[in-house]
């Protein structure tokens, strides 16, 4: 009888604790489909720079446009090289406006050849994250 009681109120914990992360998972589903996204332009996403020489830099400007009625936040930008600085101002843009992207890439004598390098963009947008690129050639000899 006492196994009959300890299978019987097992049951009755393991039910519940599906019946609740099922409503958790629900309430969580419900919030993102509440979550309004922004949406967003970008000018010249992938930026070929050309030919250029080691130690040479290469200076360019992104221009990233909110579209959407909703506030662009953008919380951070990262690069999958080291070789680029990244400078923006953080804010929430507001519709139509512009955000300036400053991308600063160095050649380095350890990155000879061909070189496709991408910035993501993580922001409040439906993917998640926006992709913009930088590539070109670097020689070892000036041109």
């Known amino acids: 009888m006492a196994k009959l009681i300890f299978k019987v109120t097992f049951l009755v914990i393991i039910f519940s604790t ?17 979550q309004i996204y922004s949406e967003l332009s970008i000018e010249n996403q992938d ?6 020489s080691v130690n040479d830099t290469v200076l360019y400007t992104y221009h ?23 400078n923006f101002d953080k804010q929430s843009l507001q519709k139509n406006q512009i955000l300036d992207i400053s991308a600063k890439f160095i050649a ?11 910035l993501l963009i993580e922001c409040n947008i439906k ?3 926006a992709v913009l690129s930088m590539s070109g050639y670097i020689s070892e000899t000036k041109k």
């Open 18 to 34: 599906i019946h609740s992360c099922k409503k958790e998972t629900k309430e969580i589903e419900e919030e993102f489909k509440e």
């Open 47 to 52: 930026y070929d720079f050309g030919l250029i």
């Open 64 to 86: 990233i446009k909110n579209i959407s009625e909703e506030p662009l936040k953008i919380t951070r930008i990262i690069s999958n090289c080291d070789c680029i600085e990244i």
């Open 108 to 118: 380095t004598k350890d990155i000879i050849g061909s070189v496709n390098n991408f």
């Open 127 to 129: 993917k998640g994250v």
